[in-house]
Nanobody, 116 residues
Framework: QVQLVESGGGLVQPGGSLRLSCAAS????????MGWYRQAPGKQRELVAR???????NYADSVKGRFTISRDNAKNTVYLQMNSLKPEDTAVYYC??????????WGQGTQVTVSS
């Protein structure tokens, strides 16, 4: 089993920054990729950024150049640094882990609100 615990959401003004954290525990050896998704009200959940166990990262076009995903293997934690936030970034952000058997594990979600 893999458990994910997210933190770092909150309210920020447009142009501001936030850093989300996702700590993994349990059978972490089985994880091949971790990422962040988001879901805004009335919209489908979408991929924001993903990083593989080898360190390769990819991003949604809407966040390229503003968001950075990184991982600290010693802490079993993945981070999402979000800069130049826009109101359209407002959503519940979910951490995701993909295991070797391609099973997908989700965190509980953390709210990010960008508003003046």
């Amino acid at each position: 089993q893999v458990q994910l615990v997210e933190s770092g959401g909150g309210l920020v003004q447009p142009g501001g920054s936030l850093r989300l954290s996702c700590a993994a525990s349990g059978s972490i050896f089985s994880i091949i990729a971790m990422g962040w998704y988001r879901q805004a009200p009335g919209k489908q959940r979408e991929l924001v950024a993903r990083i593989t166990s080898g360190g390769s990262a990819n991003y949604a076009d809407s966040v390229k150049g503003r968001f950075t995903i990184s991982r600290d293997n010693a802490k079993n934690t993945v981070y999402l640094q979000m800069n130049s936030l826009k109101p359209e970034d407002t959503a519940v952000y979910y951490c995701n882990a993909v295991r070797q058997n391609f099973a997908s594990i989700w965190g509980q979600g953390t709210q990010v609100t960008v508003s003046s």
